[in-house]
């Protein structure tokens, strides 16, 4: 009997070991290559905000209920002005309801520890890049910094710096959005879910727990990094912001503290190319303010992994998932897009924007996230 053919798969993040991870658990006859740059396993941001679309998508690759069980349900809370005013204040019963469950936050590390043991088949190999690809008559030759290889198919789930996504676009450009996000951790106890919008900034913060909570921030200022102490800047910036946010500032750890400038990249104008498809955000990058990225990514790798099990050539595999995914992912991009004008508006727009009903809200995220999205 031949050998099942060969898939190499560029990038152990999210979309690539969920891909493998649903390979695996659907039985697919593909022996999967999974390379990643980083020397170990990823986890860098802290914590992740999972919606239902993206605990659905876990359901079908058979990691549903182990992310469930080492996550938080998020508790609705309230989005409030700058100055403490109370926009809006939605039920978690009433938004698990619409959206099907309720929303979920767990640490990334450990998403990407559930994701990785059941990719487990495939093995991840470390410190390998890949740097581009050429099409062959037998499928693809993958170049990487540990020399090339020949693969039946190749799926760039390498981010949104992806070197698969511009190789298959070349030219490819992105753009700082004009703020960067930091994220922490904070050891405040007793915290409610709460967004803060005003001055062109905003400040989140997601309980995980009694004695631990999520944070985010975002700030408009020049790309390229603060003096040093983040801490500092983001107590500069909030001066006198409504509580938590002094506190939650002040019991964070500054080892506990990540900041990345948020960049636009060009949409790509195609996701495949024969063997070759892209998935996650080297598809389709998005900015962070609605927690989307992840689960899109997950949604993705879920789908991908169905169709490559059913036994399609990669061609047709990846052309059925294009055409299944590319108008919703792009939706999603624009509402992230929107999300980021939303929080940017003056105080009067937010003010007004109180006025839209809870329910067409609901309705419109359940649309992006839902668990029937
Ligand atoms: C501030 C912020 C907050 C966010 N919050 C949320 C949230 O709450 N919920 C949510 O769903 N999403 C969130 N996101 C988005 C989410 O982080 C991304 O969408 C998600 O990580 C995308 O997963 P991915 O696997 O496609 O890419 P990545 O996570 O970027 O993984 C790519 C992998 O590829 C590897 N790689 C890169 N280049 C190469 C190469 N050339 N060769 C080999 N390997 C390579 C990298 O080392 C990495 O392991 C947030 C993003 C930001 C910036």
Same mark, same amino acid.
Request: no cysteine; hydrophobic share 45%.
């Given at each position: 009997? /031949?050998?099942?053919?060969?898939?190499?798969?560029?990038?152990? =993040?999210? %979309?690539? $070991? &969920? +891909?493998?991870? *649903? !390979?695996?658990?659907?039985?697919?006859?593909?022996?999967?290559?999974?390379?990643?740059?980083?020397?170990?396993?990823?986890?860098?941001?802290?914590?992740?905000?999972?919606?239902?679309?993206?605990?659905?998508?876990?359901?079908?690759?058979?990691?549903?209920?182990?992310?469930?069980?080492?996550?938080?349900?998020?508790?609705?809370?309230?989005?409030?002005?700058?100055?403490?005013?109370?926009?809006? /204040?939605?039920?978690?019963?009433?938004?698990?309801?619409?959206? =099907?469950? %309720?929303? $979920? &936050? +767990?640490?990334? *590390? !450990?998403?990407?520890?559930?994701?990785?043991?059941?990719?487990?088949?495939?093995?991840?190999?470390?410190?390998?890049?890949?740097?581009?690809?050429?099409?062959?008559?037998?499928?693809?030759?993958?170049?990487?910094?540990?020399?090339?290889?020949?693969?039946?198919?190749?799926?760039?789930?390498?981010?949104?710096?992806?070197?698969?996504?511009?190789?298959?676009?070349?030219?490819?450009?992105?753009?700082?959005?004009?703020?960067?996000?930091?994220?922490?951790?904070?050891?405040?106890?007793? $915290?409610?879910?709460?967004?803060?919008?005003?001055?062109?900034?905003?400040?989140?913060?997601v309980p995980l727990g009694e004695d631990l909570a999520y944070w985010f921030a975002t700030v408009r200022e020049p790309a390229g990094g603060t003096a040093g102490d983040e801490l500092a800047h983001l107590a500069s910036a909030f001066a006198g912001w409504p509580d938590p946010v002094a506190r939650v500032l002040a019991d964070t750890a500054p080892d506990a503290v990540s900041r990345n400038d948020v960049m636009d990249r060009e949409p790509l104008r195609r996701w495949r190319d024969g063997p070759v498809v892209v998935i996650g955000d080297a598809a389709h990058p998005m900015r962070p303010h609605l927690g989307q990225g992840g689960g899109q990514a997950l949604v993705d790798a879920a789908l991908l992994a169905s169709l490559l099990t059913a036994g399609t050539v990669p061609e047709q595999a990846f052309a059925a998932f294009e055409a299944r995914r590319r108008r919703t992912a792009g939706w999603v991009v624009r509402a992230s897009r929107a999300a980021a004008r939303a929080v940017e508006a003056p105080s009067p727009v937010h003010r007004l924007s109180a006025l839209v009903p809870d329910a067409v809200l609901l309705r419109a995220l359940a649309a992006l996230g839902g668990s029937r999205s």
């Open positions: 009997m /031949s050998d099942p053919p060969e898939l190499v798969i560029a990038g152990a =993040g999210i %979309a690539g $070991l &969920a +891909l493998a991870a *649903g !390979l695996a658990h659907g039985g697919a006859a593909y022996r999967v290559r999974l390379l990643d740059e980083r020397p170990a396993l990823g986890s860098s941001g802290g914590t992740i905000t999972l919606w239902p679309a993206a605990l659905a998508a876990l359901d079908r690759i058979g990691a549903g209920a182990e992310v469930r069980a080492a996550g938080h349900r998020v508790a609705a809370g309230t989005i409030r002005s700058h100055t403490g005013r109370v926009l809006r /204040s939605l039920d978690v019963d009433r938004t698990a309801t619409v959206l =099907g469950e %309720a929303p $979920l &936050a +767990l640490r990334r *590390g !450990l998403l990407v520890e559930i994701l990785h043991a059941r990719s487990a088949p495939a093995g991840v190999t470390f410190g390998t890049a890949v740097t581009g690809y050429e099409r062959t008559d037998g499928g693809v030759r993958v170049p990487t910094s540990s020399g090339p290889l020949a693969a039946r198919a190749l799926v760039g789930a390498d981010g949104y710096r992806s070197r698969v996504a511009r190789t298959l676009q070349p030219g490819l450009t992105e753009t700082y959005a004009g703020y960067p996000a930091w994220r922490g951790l904070s050891r405040t106890p007793g $915290l409610e879910a709460v967004q803060l919008w005003g001055r062109r900034q905003e400040f989140g913060v």
